[in-house]
């Protein structure tokens, strides 16, 4: 089967870098994405990577290390709004693409 | 561009009972995913329609069962319910063939009780 596994809960201050780690256990996928939610709130995608390396939107990047089944989500200049919750998802392949989701991380920005 | 829209925003239904979601996709895609989040977790993929079909399934029961219109609008059905069944429901579009393009909405959030 397919699992991804990020850190439940990450905590930072206004200003600060956060980075988000994904690890995952999947094989024939098209690429890693990002996606932000804030509570009631709609997924939103926030960047993706098909090939390995970083891709930066902002103040946003995301990196995809597909030989280390790894990556991560980098937030810069956190600000308030950016509290939300924010998944890893690989896009599957063959036949049909569907997200698997991680379970997600809740980050909390302070003052 | 237009988004995508679910209705209704929330939903309180009984044990057993059967539930009808709707979603109409975002301009310009052809494809319509659902996902069921349970509080805390990560969305779950229950299944995909595409040109009306669908065309992927999750694990989860025939009671879930779903349409796409020629207008590529879609419905998730859910016949029996539990009250496992209580998540919100997202709906997701896309243009098959573009990977990143999904754009969800807002999601039903159904309680059964």
């Known amino acids: 089967g397919q699992s991804l596994e990020q850190p439940s809960e990450v905590t930072a201050v206004e200003g600060a870098i956060v980075q988000i780690n994904c690890t995952y256990q999947?094989?024939?996928?098209?690429?890693l994405s990002w996606y932000q939610q804030h509570d009631g709130g709609a997924p939103t995608f926030l960047s993706y990577?098909?090939?390995?390396g970083l891709e930066e939107t902002g103040r946003f990047s995301s990196f995809l290390s597909r030989s280390d089944s790894y990556g991560y989500l980098l937030l810069q200049e956190l600000q308030m709004k950016d509290s939300a919750s924010y998944f890893c998802a690989v896009i599957l392949s063959g036949g049909y693409n569907k997200l698997i989701f991680g379970a997600g991380t809740r980050l909390a920005v302070h003052p | 561009e237009t988004g995508v829209t679910q209705s209704p925003t929330h939903l309180i239904k009984t044990r057993g009972q059967q539930v009808t979601l709707r979603c109409s996709s975002q301009s310009g895609h052809n494809t319509v995913s659902w996902y069921q989040q349970a509080l805390g977790q990560g969305p779950q993929f229950i299944f995909q329609?595409?040109?009306?079909?669908?065309?992927g399934r999750g694990n989860f029961p025939p009671r879930f069962s779903g349409l796409q219109f020629p207008n590529y609008s879609s419905e998730l059905n859910v016949n029996a319910l539990e009250l496992d069944d209580s998540a919100l429901y997202l709906c997701a579009s896309s243009f098959r063939g573009q990977e990143d393009g999904y754009t969800f909405g807002s999601g039903t959030r159904l309680t059964v009780v």
């Open positions: 990577n098909a090939l390995d």
């Open positions: 329609y595409y040109r009306e079909e669908e065309n």
């Open positions: 999947t094989s024939g996928f098209y690429g």
